[in-house]
């Protein structure tokens, strides 16, 4: 029975992951840019989910929609201050990586010298827990699988079935073709920033509920999400997903035998694995047929 708390526990993290993972794909799928400062974004929404809910005293889920706009916002004000002039100036994607790392670099001191390098918690207590049969399931755990279960077929979609879903996946299929068929590809590379930035926060506000936040979290979750990306297969986001899932299990049932402290051990682990025996990740293939 210990094994299945692993594997709740498991769902849970990997659905967090995931939808870090998806909405750093489809930044990199749309735009091209290997957006690293997508952590520090991820950071932001957990300390405006402090803000809101503890510094100003807003119910749970004013905060968490409050955080989630604002990290949107965010998010499209790095295409347009930082990629958009560098894009214009015709610069190369090493231009755009050093950029994000050093935004990335930015935002993390900036956090730490406006909140302090202590973790801030959004609640006091532990969480209101259900027993099913051996199983304890706390509301989070609900909230989370709740919370993926509405977004993921949303914007799945979003993306098949709405105007501009169908112009982010043509940019991102052929982004010269896609200006020639007169796609406005300015406001849809902020529209991609505002969703995959989105992503970020849904997540940051859930995990930052649970364990707090701290400045340097973002690094962290980022190196997972990448991972997730070239687990799942570069260009195909519901690969990112099912990383993300894979990496959250793999994780979970990785303590049952190791320690805490060696679950970036296995995620590095899951990489080497997969960059030696399959490097175009799980659904590098269907990626390739559905291309061709």
């Not at 918690?121 to 919370?147: F, K, P, R």
């Amino acid at each position: 029975m210990l094994f299945l708390q692993f594997l709740v526990n498991g769902l849970t993290t990997g659905a967090l992951y995931a939808l870090m993972a998806v909405g750093f794909a489809i930044i990199y799928n749309g735009t091209r840019i290997l957006h690293l400062a997508h952590g520090a974004v991820f950071t932001f929404a957990g300390y405006m989910m402090y803000l809101c809910s503890v510094v100003l005293g807003l119910s749970v889920v004013v905060a968490f929609l409050l955080s989630v706009a604002a990290t949107a916002v965010v998010g499209a004000l790095c295409e347009i201050l930082v990629y958009r002039p560098l894009r214009r100036a015709g610069s190369r994607p090493t231009a755009d990586l050093v950029a994000s790392i050093g935004l990335l670099t930015l935002l993390e001191a900036l956090f730490a010298l406006v909140f302090t390098t202590d973790t801030k918690t959004l609640h006091e207590g532990s969480l209101s827990t259900y027993e099913v049969g051996d199983i304890i399931v706390t509301n989070l755990h609900l909230i989370i699988l709740a919370v993926a279960a509405i977004v993921f077929p949303c914007l799945q979609l979003f993306l098949a079935y709405s105007k501009y879903g169908r112009a982010m996946r043509a940019l991102a299929d052929n982004p010269a073709l896609a200006g020639v068929l007169g796609v406005d590809t300015r406001k849809l590379y902020v529209l991609i920033f505002l969703l995959g930035s989105a992503l970020a926060a849904v997540a940051a506000c859930l995990i930052s509920y649970d364990v707090g936040v701290r400045p340097q979290m973002g690094v962290s979750i980022m190196f997972i999400a990448l991972v997730a990306v070239i687990v799942g297969g570069i260009g195909y986001l519901p690969g990112a997903a099912a990383g993300g899932i894979l990496l959250g299990l793999l994780e979970q049932v990785g303590l049952w035998y190791l320690s805490a402290r060696w679950e970036d051990v296995v995620v590095f682990v899951v990489l080497l694995v997969f960059l030696i025996l399959r490097p175009q990740g799980m659904f590098g293939g269907r990626i390739i047929t559905r291309r061709a």
